[in-house]
Nanobody, 128 residues
Framework: QVLVVESGGGSVQTGGSLRLSCTPY????????RAWFRQAPGKEREGVAA????????VHADSVKGRFTISRDMTKNMMYLQMNSLEPEDTAMYYC?????????????????????WGQGTQVTVSS
């Protein structure tokens, strides 16, 4: 049984910042990939960023490059998403997901990679 827990969502004004946190509980093969997704009402789920928890290699979606940064703290088994220069278009439920490292060793976002373990989500609301 794997439980993924996110925290750190909230409401901010345009231009503000938030940091989301995520940690899995339970056994997951290591090394593994962890990622952030988001889904706004009426829209499809979007992959935001992914990280190889062991190497620290990252991937960011074009829509957030330069504003969002995914990182990890292996001592705490935590993953983070630092979100700066937030815009109303960033308003969504943000989800953390975890997947054992695939053959080839590269962590990514769909369609290149799917994730098995998901959190319940944390809401981010950006007002203008």
């Amino acid at each position: 049984q794997v439980l993924v827990v996110e925290s750190g969502g909230g409401s901010v004004q345009t231009g503000g910042s938030l940091r989301l946190s995520c940690t899995p509980y339970g056994y997951i093969d290591s090394p593994n990939c962890r990622a952030w997704f988001r889904q706004a009402p009426g829209k499809e789920r979007e992959g935001v960023a992914a990280i190889n928890i062991a190497s620290g290699n990252t991937v960011h979606a074009d829509s957030v490059k330069g504003r969002f940064t995914i990182s990890r703290d292996m001592t705490k088994n935590m993953m983070y998403l630092q979100m700066n220069s937030l815009e109303p278009e960033d308003t969504a439920m943000y989800y953390c997901a975890v997947e054992p490292l695939p053959v080839g060793g590269l962590c990514g976002l769909p369609p290149h990679m799917n994730y098995r373990y998901w959190g319940q989500g944390t809401q981010v609301t950006v007002s203008s």
